[in-house]
């Protein structure tokens, strides 16, 4: 369904191309970035990185390929040579996907989505809370870690406004943009994925809690230190590769 990149790829990077690939198209099956919005980035190396950049035939994320995937500096331009060949562009917020890395050499990985329950949570006044513990214990352990709100519903396209967006981030791995969606950050793009896969995930228990006529709680602390690390190898391993079998199995939008 999914064609690979036709030309060659000078910087050796194929395979990180079609993980980002990847990683976007698992964003629009979850429902995360609907329609043409959204990206995620890699970091290269100290001046470099890939993200899905704008194309002249664009179709949105649910269909992106490796050749979508172009590597940058740090400023938007070609990171190679032919890099923006084609009539490519970088995102209009890519300064919020640098910014992001150049502060946080904990992260490889910055996805940037607009999940509309993420949106809408935060519109209604109810924050990201730990309300689950093991119906999603990595989730849980991101809420109970904060994910804090950037109270700005502005695109994120100049430096100035990306380190606005960065401040609210801080060490944190996820942060919430008022009016516009939610940025995340990781080791790897499975790892930032799958966090903002989470974060959805709680704002709509928490709407649904609402609609309810409740009030979402977190879970007792004592509680929380029960849920065990499951490890890499469940949390992030076997629920990447799910994810990529559902893709296969055209589970899109």
């Known amino acids: 369904m999914f064609e690979p990149a036709?030309?060659?790829?000078?910087?050796?990077?194929?395979?990180?191309?079609?993980?980002?690939?990847?990683?976007?198209?698992?964003?629009?099956?979850?429902?995360?970035?609907?329609?043409?919005?959204?990206?995620?980035?890699?970091?290269?190396?100290?001046?470099?990185?890939?993200?899905?950049?704008?194309?002249?035939?664009?179709?949105?994320l649910a269909y992106t390929t490796a050749e979508d995937v172009r590597l940058l500096d740090l400023a938007g331009r070609p990171g190679a040579d032919g890099e923006l060949d084609g009539g490519y562009t970088p995102p209009f917020e890519l300064p919020l996907h640098t910014r992001i890395l150049e502060r946080r050499p904990d992260v490889a990985?910055?996805?940037?989505?607009?999940?509309?329950?993420?949106?809408?949570?935060?519109?209604?006044?109810?924050?990201?809370?730990?309300?689950?513990?093991?119906?999603?214990?990595?989730?849980?352990?991101?809420?109970?870690?904060?994910v804090p709100v950037y109270p700005r519903a502005v695109l994120v396209h100049t430096p100035g406004l990306a380190d606005e967006a960065a401040d609210a981030l801080g060490p944190r791995h996820a942060v919430v943009m008022r009016g516009h969606g939610l940025t995340t950050a990781g080791a790897s793009v499975a790892e930032a994925v799958l966090r903002a896969a989470s974060v959805q995930a709680i704002a709509s228990i928490s709407l649904s809690i609402a609609a309810a006529g409740g009030t979402p709680r977190p879970i007792p602390e004592e509680d929380r230190a029960e849920l065990p690390n499951l490890g890499s190898g469940l949390n992030l391993g076997a629920a990447w590769r799910h994810e990529l079998a559902r893709l296969n199995e055209g589970e899109l939008p």
């Open 109 to 146: 990985c910055v996805v940037h989505a607009h999940p509309r329950d993420v949106v809408v949570a935060d519109l209604a006044g109810l924050p990201i809370l730990p309300v689950v513990g093991a119906y999603d214990i990595p989730g849980a352990a991101l809420a109970a870690d904060g």
């Open 6 to 60: 036709p030309e060659p790829d000078p910087a050796g990077l194929g395979p990180l191309r079609r993980e980002i690939a990847e990683g976007c198209r698992v964003l629009a099956a979850r429902r995360l970035a609907p329609g043409i919005l959204g990206h995620i980035s890699v970091r290269v190396d100290a001046s470099r990185l890939l993200i899905r950049c704008r194309g002249p035939h664009e179709r949105g």
